[in-house]
């Protein structure tokens, strides 16, 4: 048998295939209109469980293969009965009043709160997120929520993830639990410099301050220096800068953005002494209010499923259904459960798009806690 019999003995098959298919998704969605009408859920993990035993059973050596494909086909089945039965939800229906017309504008003036004093990295961010921005500085990530949640200012800007030292998680822990939403996102090339005291020498120093994100990202620096000199995280890295300033002490160094030697009168003395020269922190707008605006492609979610083989997966399957691309995934152990895990989600989606509502309708009622952190535009 030559390549081009089984090629065309294979398009024959391949016509039965999708006639089949078509015909099992016709039938999913009549069992759609039934657990409609009486009331039942859409996941049935002991039919899916016995479908794959059989499955298993009959395919010989190519068992592997047949169970993903049978696990695709009852996650497409899946997909289309959500689509049907996930109509307006408290979930849709919040999304949905948050959608800003197509013609509005971001608005480029505001009151923002940045953690931080005058040469934080979140000052630049905030310059790049809201273009002409009265910024007020604030001490910590949850004074940037407060000053917000009270009305004084329309917008904060925080910290999110970096690539190098991961996610920031008393950022992710203070969006869910203050409710509030993210409107925007951008992220910023990292540099740090090592700075002290005029006439400072590395000799001098003994202590060296920053925030525990910039001491993480110029690990490999520290390490170098020996045991004699040790680290103390500091809430903001211009702010400790700003106090190596005010102590007069040569012993006191700082790991902090080049531009605070400026502004504080210290001299740098060693560029460049993060670990990688691509170093990107992501920083985020938040907002009390959910606003969604036009560009919309990134979006955020915490999610946390069962401990057991296949949950994960189950989430996993919901997106990949829909064609959706997930750009993030990390696991958080659940403070206070031993071997739980919550996940931080981010996926390249937007909520005009066909199905994306339903999907994340289908995501909340599949795992355990499901939190929507917005839908926004990466500046």
């Known amino acids: 048998m030559d390549l081009k019999e089984i090629r065309n003995q294979i398009d024959e098959i391949d016509n039965g295939i999708l006639d089949l298919f078509l015909k099992r998704m016709a039938l999913s969605k009549d069992v759609a209109e039934y657990k409609l009408a009486n009331g039942?859920?859409?996941?049935?993990?002991?039919?899916?469980?016995?479908?794959?035993?059989?499955?298993?059973?009959?395919?010989?050596?190519?068992?592997?293969?047949?169970?993903?494909?049978?696990?695709?086909?009852?996650?497409?089945?899946?997909?289309?009965?959500?689509?049907?039965?996930?109509?307006?939800?408290?979930?849709?229906?919040?999304?949905?009043?948050?959608?800003?017309?197509?013609?509005?504008?971001?608005?480029?003036?505001?009151?923002?709160?940045?953690?931080?004093?005058?040469?934080?990295?979140?000052?630049?961010?905030?310059?790049?997120?809201?273009?002409?921005?009265?910024?007020?500085?604030?001490?910590?990530?949850?004074?940037?929520?407060?000053?917000?949640?009270?009305?004084?200012?329309d917008y904060g800007v925080l910290p999110i993830e970096n690539n190098i030292n991961g996610s920031v998680r008393a950022v992710y822990d203070l969006i869910r639990e203050r409710n509030f939403t993210i409107v925007r996102s951008t992220r910023l090339n990292i540099r740090h410099a090592l700075m002290g005291l005029p006439g400072t020498k590395l000799s001098d120093i003994k202590n060296i301050i920053s925030h525990e994100q910039a001491l993480g990202q110029c690990s490999n620096f520290l390490h170098s220096l020996g045991e004699g000199v040790h680290t103390t995280a500091y809430a903001n890295t211009a702010m400790a800068a700003r106090d190596v300033m005010l102590g007069r002490d040569k012993s006191v160094a700082s790991i902090s953005s080049p531009v605070c030697a400026k502004l504080y009168g210290l001299e740098i003395l060693k560029t460049d002494i993060q670990d990688s020269d691509n170093n990107y922190t992501r920083f985020i707008l938040v907002s009390k209010k959910p606003q969604i605006y036009a560009g919309a492609d990134r979006m955020s979610l915490i999610v946390s499923c069962a401990n057991r083989p296949g949950a994960l997966e189950e989430i996993l399957s919901i997106l990949s259904a829909r064609g959706v691309n997930m750009t993030k995934l990390e696991s958080i152990p659940v403070p206070g459960r031993d071997f739980e895990f919550q996940f931080y989600l981010d996926l390249d989606a937007n909520v005009h798009t066909p199905g994306v509502l339903t999907m994340l309708s289908d995501l909340e009622k599949q795992v355990e806690s499901f939190t929507f952190l917005g839908n926004y535009p990466v500046i």
Request: charged residues 25%; contains cysteine; proline residues 4%.
């Open 40 to 153: 039942l859920p859409i996941l049935n993990r002991a039919r899916e469980r016995e479908v794959l035993n059989d499955v298993m059973a009959r395919s010989g050596e190519d068992e592997a293969y047949a169970y993903r494909l049978f696990q695709v086909l009852m996650a497409l089945s899946k997909a289309k009965q959500g689509d049907m039965l996930y109509g307006n939800t408290p979930l849709t229906e919040k999304i949905k009043s948050s959608i800003q017309p197509l013609e509005a504008v971001f608005p480029e003036t505001g009151m923002v709160a940045c953690q931080g004093i005058e040469g934080a990295n979140s000052q630049e961010a905030c310059e790049k997120l809201v273009k002409r921005a009265n910024i007020m500085y604030v001490k910590t990530f949850s004074a940037v929520f407060d000053a917000v949640d009270s009305g004084f200012c």
